[in-house]
């Protein structure tokens, strides 16, 4: 069992930036591929962002490539998700996902354990 809590979310001018955590309960956080994924209002889930347990082997969304990194840190059971040049269309919940078996980087039904969410929102 994972718990997972998201914080950093907030309000932001077009052009800005902020930086996402997501603290993880429980020993085995590195052996989970870790993910963020967002929701928009009247738009289904989409990854953003996907880093596999070693590290290595990351997924980034072609929307954000370019201005968004995925990082971890297994000592500190914590993943984040830095955001820069933000965009009024990146305005979502972004939520932190968790899957044992690390079969999909993308797709939402692999994920095995969810955070309850934070909200983006980007001005213009």
């Known amino acids: 069992q994972v718990q997972l809590v998201e914080s950093g979310g907030g309000l932001v001018q077009a052009g800005g930036s902020l930086r996402l955590s997501c603290a993880a309960s429980g020993r085995t956080f590195s052996s989970y591929t870790m993910g963020w994924f967002r929701q928009a209002p009247g738009k289904e889930r989409e990854a953003v962002a996907a880093i596999r347990r070693s590290g290595y082997g990351l997924y980034i969304a072609d929307s954000v490539k370019g201005r968004f990194t995925i990082s971890r840190d297994n000592a500190k059971n914590t993943v984040y998700l830095q955001m820069n040049s933000l965009k009024p269309e990146d305005t979502a919940v972004y939520y932190c996902?968790?899957?044992?078996?690390?079969?999909?980087?993308?797709?939402?039904?692999?994920?095995?354990?969810w955070g309850q969410g934070t909200q983006v929102t980007v001005s213009s």
């Open positions: 996902a968790a899957d044992w078996l690390g079969s999909s980087l993308e797709s939402p039904d692999a994920y095995d354990y």
